[in-house]
């Protein structure tokens, strides 16, 4: 239906005769005659609200019920044919006790013959209001001294909504203006409100090309200098204290989470409080004495860990009862993980918790015996220190034990090393503790085995060094030992990765390991007689390619013990492996580390809004949801992360 035919329907309608009557609620109905089948999609609730605050300022149009075919008598009744969710509104009000059947509703009585026209009229002929005029209305009502709980009240919404439309309102003038002109969306609005300055508005919405006003993009770009809610940092200071010590924070009103506190604006603040924090753990850590130094850091990464060593230990050998318990707790553990190992992390998941918190325990005992059997290197005590920093969690965190990389060198420059291995004495650094089950360490260095292979067969000049580094170490030319008594030995060894898991078999470097076999297996002779011909008349860059594959092919990282591969790593890094290209966290890691370590990814991955909500789940359905917010992230063990 078209403006010209709208307009000539309520044209019509205003001929319409009527008479005003006042009818009881519970005498009215929906009559069959009027045109509206469907019902609104907006609620009720908010005009219900209105009609209670303000009264009903229009009436219902209706028909009077009859009844008898030959002599029909009025019931007393009325139909509503236009003002259907009028009624509905005060049935509302009515079933929440605040009319009462008997309410007077003010209606006008028409024919059956102008009932039809009035109602298409009504339905037809009312255009909704736009958005920016509800927004000055909201504006308006403020101004006459009406407070937000009022209008929520009047209007039957949140003391929120109400809150976040007067933001609206205060949008620059020019801003609204292309709103009204339906030149920019409610949402874009929304994004640009993160500012009160009405000059940045405009230059943020003006100066951005259309392809990237997304409510995004420009949420993103007035927000890039703040630190999110969910920065480490932010969650260690509060943002109590932050506002407290006069730092601004802003916040938005339109984000789906209504809680989010919002934004803080001034980093240098943030730092200098956080600062000031960890000054004051620190100093609870140097009154623990022994500690030649102790310095504060706000954050401490991977790479920044490389820049210290631990200092060096000396064994103590256990008493036959410390022995025997730690042999008792070897045995538990082993069991714990065996019985893990067989249940359904869906059906069991309580079983599950229970017995990886027994293995907490148990690995917390073991670690506090093996505590009390390491002393300190007597030649690193005047080098030992700590650091107080920031995790990941947002909680303040001591690394005790730590050598400066730089005090270790002027060490050794003095002559003061280490006695040779095997020597009374010998000093030797702490086992790290384990972080992992033997099976799922084994599954996560097959892993890194199948992508380095895959890496370096890629890479032909690094596997050609470290084909030479091998035969070099083979023929002892490195350390000027002689090779024994065969002269010529090259052997190579090859291991099959796929034994090491389920996933090992459709990872993304086995297969392309799998694809190198392949294409030299079609490429190559099969007699060796023809392959050595085939080897002497290839051009360089053919035999670089297979002593590539074939180097690759004996590397072997897998591990059933957490220990350092220092070779590994530098093969690794040569070739620049990064692991987050070839692996990601799935149900079969997730599945086989504890709850607690599954909420540490998540934190870690996505922050720690993401790892909300995950403790009191189920096994099964952490793992569901910590695999779906872990996609894409790139998050990594610490076993898979590049080493310094």
């Known amino acids: ?184 969306e409610l949402e874009q609005l929304m994004a640009l409100t993160l500012t009160d300055s009405h000059e940045l508005q405009e230059t943020l919405w003006e100066n951005t090309p259309s392809w990237e006003r997304s409510a995004y993009n420009l949420r993103r770009k007035l927000t890039e200098c703040d630190v999110p809610s969910n920065n480490p940092l932010v969650q260690f ?28 604006t001034e980093p240098a603040l943030l730092q200098k409080l956080a600062l000031d924090r960890l000054e004051r753990g620190a100093e609870a850590v140097r009154t623990e004495g022994g500690w030649q130094w102790v310095e504060v850091r706000t954050s401490l990464s991977y790479t920044d ?19 025997e318990r730690l042999d008792a707790l070897e045995s538990l553990l082993s069991e714990l993980e065996a019985k893990i190992d067989n249940l359904n992390p869906e059906d069991d998941s309580a079983t599950i918790d229970l017995l990886e918190g027994q293995q907490r325990q148990a690995e917390a005992e073991r670690e506090a015996i093996e505590q009390t059997l390491q002393q300190i290197d007597p030649r690193d005590l005047p080098l030992a220190g700590a650091v107080v920093y920031v995790d990941q969690r947002g909680e303040l965190a001591v690394l005790r034990g730590l050598v400066r990389a730089e005090d270790r060198k002027a060490q050794v420059a003095q002559g003061d090393t280490a006695a040779a291995p095997g020597s009374a004495g010998t000093a030797k650094a702490k086992a790290p503790k384990a972080d992992y089950s033997e099976k799922l360490l084994r599954q996560l260095t097959a892993h890194r085995t199948a992508a380095l292979r895959a890496t370096l067969a890629d890479s032909p000049a690094i596997a050609l060094r470290v084909l030479a580094y091998q035969l070099a170490v083979q023929t002892g030319l490195s350390s000027r030992c002689g090779s024994g008594d065969r002269p010529v030995e090259i052997r190579a060894d090859t291991a099959d990765v796929r034994k090491e898991g389920a996933d090992l078999a459709e990872c993304k470097a086995q297969q392309e390991m799998e694809a190198h076999a392949e ?23 053919q035999v670089l390619d297979l002593l590539a594959v074939c180097t690759a092919s004996t590397l072997n990282t897998v591990q059933g013990r957490e220990a350092p591969q220092p070779i590994a790593d530098a093969i690794a890094a040569a070739v620049g492996l990064d692991m987050s290209d070839f692996w990601q966290a799935d149900a079969h890691y997730l599945g086989a580390v504890p709850k607690a370590k599954i909420i540490d990814a998540v934190r870690e991955g996505a922050g720690a809004e993401a790892a909300a909500g995950l403790e009191g789940l189920k096994k099964g359905e952490a793992v569901a949801l910590a695999q779906q917010r872990l996609q894409g992230t790139r998050w990594l063990p610490p076993v898979l992360q590049a080493k310094g």
């Open 305 to 323: 860990r490389q820049a210290f060593a631990h200092y060096r230990t000396l064994d103590v050998a256990p008493s036959d009862g410390q022995q």
């Open 519 to 541: 294409r030299w297996g079609q490429l190559l002779p099969g007699d060796q007689r023809a392959l050595l011909a085939w080897v002497l008349k290839a051009d360089d860059s």
């Open 237 to 264: 200071v509060g943002f109590a204290a932050y506002e407290a010590a006069g730092g601004n924070v802003r916040r938005d009103l339109f984000s789906e989470n209504e809680n989010a506190p919002g934004f803080m």
């Open 1 to 184: 239906m078209n403006l010209s035919e709208q307009s000539q329907i309520v044209e019509a309608a205003k001929r319409v005769q009527g008479r005003e009557i006042t009818v009881p609620l519970k005498h009215l109905f929906r009559h069959a005659l009027n045109v509206r089948r469907k019902a609104p999609a907006r609620s009720v609730e908010e005009l219900a609200a209105l009609i209670y605050s303000q009264g009903l300022l229009q009436n219902v149009i209706v028909q009077a019920e009859v009844s008898g075919k030959k002599a029909p008598k009025p019931t007393g009744r009325y139909g509503v044919v236009a003002g259907g969710r009028r009624l509905e509104a005060l049935n509302f009000l009515f079933t929440q006790g605040k009319v009462t059947a008997d309410f007077p509703v003010r209606c006008l009585e028409v024919s059956q013959d102008d009932a039809v026209s009035v109602s298409l009229a009504e339905n037809c002929g009312r255009e909704p209001l736009h958005g920016a005029d509800q927004l000055d209305a909201f504006a308006a009502l403020l101004e006459l001294g009406k407070t937000v709980g009022q209008i929520a009240d009047a209007w039957g919404i949140s003391p929120l909504t109400v809150e976040r439309r007067l933001k609206l309102a205060k949008i620059s003038p020019k801003l609204m203006a292309l709103y009204r002109d339906d030149k920019i």
